[in-house]
């Protein structure tokens, strides 16, 4: 396997890691979190720069890029506590709706996201279910935690569907998109303000049967955008990790002690690298999932879990090392290491804890393990 | 980034297996097994013998020396061929791996056709003499003298962990020349048959057994090398020991992610045999040990195309540090896992590889003894940390 970034690759990463360093302090996520500002500039400059577009396909009007841009992308955006709708619009609702509409609706809907048109995605088949009523569908149930649910143009809602009679050739699980002003949402206030939380009371939610999607093939193509789902946010916290090992090291190397810097100390240092190497382990197998998701492997779905766990095992000891590393100076809200703590947290609490994703590896490892004798003959 | 290496270089993995399928050792050929990692049976150094004629031996060695210019990536595939199969090219893997590259590195065109040929050819067995008593993680405080008197070296002292040495033809050691200098200054590297006069190797037993003889306390008294014997300038040592265990570190990794699979392997038919395999306590860390050894293959062949690349790989010591320890906490977990059953230790935890060597297929408890190996052995997980610390996150000495 030839795992190196390309020279391209290397480039779009140091690209935006420098456009968001320098729009994006924490000055501005500080604003947000206090309410005092929004990040619609922010998103304003993304769009402007076109980035909302980078991994839409060519042929619904954007720029075509693989799920291994995005991952480039959405781990320098973790680094700074991006507060826009980036990771919703372009690793949730863009995949959901690229896997699961139709032709003409998919484009429609694409080109929208390519031109800076923000979304989010509800994969609340456990509870919300959709019923036919006419020539269209009526929602109902709540979606709890939808990231940016309450302040994208668009909402893409994975239900169930509770009438079969439709019957014939169908998934039970359908895709409904329908616009954000048309859904009752209330912003939930958590501990990781950065990232824009919604709770979504859908019950009476009507949607037209052109933006219902509820096919033979419905189901898998959820499946497939949810790989693009735990990619992208594994690879958020990834970044979020990131950013705490760097102002661990900035501060161990500034920090004088006994009249030497604290990080000259080998119990400083073991704990730092172990930081490194946990952030390695986690970036390596978000770039695998999104490289998995790009060549449209088989391992796609597994690769995508390790990616989860892997990321939940990064910030885990991240957060640890890094707290304890920073002594009192991290326990203080002033100190920016705090906004890095609960984003990396908070990707934990989404999309399937690392304990979760743990067991699902292990279950398909269980069940296909081939010996290597086996795999030789393959 | 993609999922496969070009195609040139899949047709270099095809038509290595073709040889390799058409020319490896018969199971009936293969009943004398062996005791150290310098002892190697009659039918194995024909077969490294076979390997080097062919020019499979070390590809990426021209073909005077057992190869055929492979490059780096070739020279790996052929690696991950032999270790996806459990066969070894050599039953001195230190000879192979370590001294002859050195003397190829380092050595004149005599002493390469004097020495590292017929260790190429498994007709001369070899060990590595580095680690003394007081000189382990540091290795440039070695002690044991080599005076130059003439045209011998007087060679004096100790060395400990020598590995298959009381099997072993000759020890390539290092020492001390200059004891005045500054101590990486001071050091020359030499190689001592051990046939010399006054070279006395005593074997001991490892943490596994009485009987796993492979360790050796090398003791020197007024032995006397020829001055040729040299390898490199003196009191140039230094150079030569970053060299060999720069050989040994370049695709060490691979080593751990191959014993990561056999064990995931192995434990996973074990599981299943326990009725295990469906035990979510058990699910978390046997997920953990495929994401771990997923984690390090990748990493692993990110290292390997930046070396191709020439660029420094700091990673060697991420690699070396992560993958042994992944090892080793799994094989803890697996041997905790089977509660009584893992006392019997007569039980093969995995099949029988002729080709390969026996602890491979160990008991449980052995491999978690032997996952050590990874953890100290050419630099111990805290030293690894301490040089990532300081080379990667630049941290202050």
Redesign the interface.
Known sequence: ??????ED?LELRQIVHDIVERECPTSLIRAVVAGTEDAAGLWKQYVDLDWPALTIPESDGGIGFTA?ESVIVLAELGYVADPTPFLATTTQYAPLVRECATDGVRSELLGAVARGATGAAAFARDTVSATADGDGWVLSGTARYVVDGDRAEQVAIVASIGDREGGGDRDDVGLFVVPGAEVQASHDVTFDGSLHLADLALDGVRVGADRAFTGAGVADGVARAEHEVLAGISAMTVGASQRILDLV?EH??ERKQFG??I??F?A???L???M??AI???R??A??AA??IA?D?PRRAV?AS?AK??AG?CQRLCVKNGIQLFGGLGFTWENDLQIFVRRAKAGELLFGSS?H???????T???T?????E??AR | MKLRFDDETEAFRAEFVTWLEANMPDESETGERSASTADVPEWARRWQRTMFDAGWLVPSNPPEFGGRNATLIEQFVYLEELGKRHIYNSFNPQALGIIAPSILSFGTDEQKQKWAVPILRAEMTAALGMSEPDAGSDLAGLRTRADLSGDVFVVNGQKVWTSGAHDADVILAFVRTDPDAPKHKGISCILIPTDTPGVNPRPFGSIVSPDDLDFNEVFFDDAEVPAENLIGELHQGWRVANGSLGHERAMLWLGFAERMRDQLDHGARALREHGLADDPLVHDWYGRSVIDNEALRLLGYRTLAKTRRGAEATEQSILKLFGSEAVQQNALDLFEAFGPDSFDDTELTGPFNHLHGDSFNASWFERYLRSFAGTIAGGTSQIQRNIVAERVLGLPR
């Open positions: 396997m030839d795992f190196e970034l390309t690759q291994v090291l161990v190397k030497v810097p990080g000259s080998q400083v240092k073991h730092a690298v172990d490194l190497v390695e382990r986690a390596a197998l770039e695998f490289l998995t060549e492997d690769a390790m766990a892997a095992d304990t994703h743990r067991a699902t590896v292990a279950r490892a269980l069940a393990s081939a010996t290597a004798a795999e030789v």
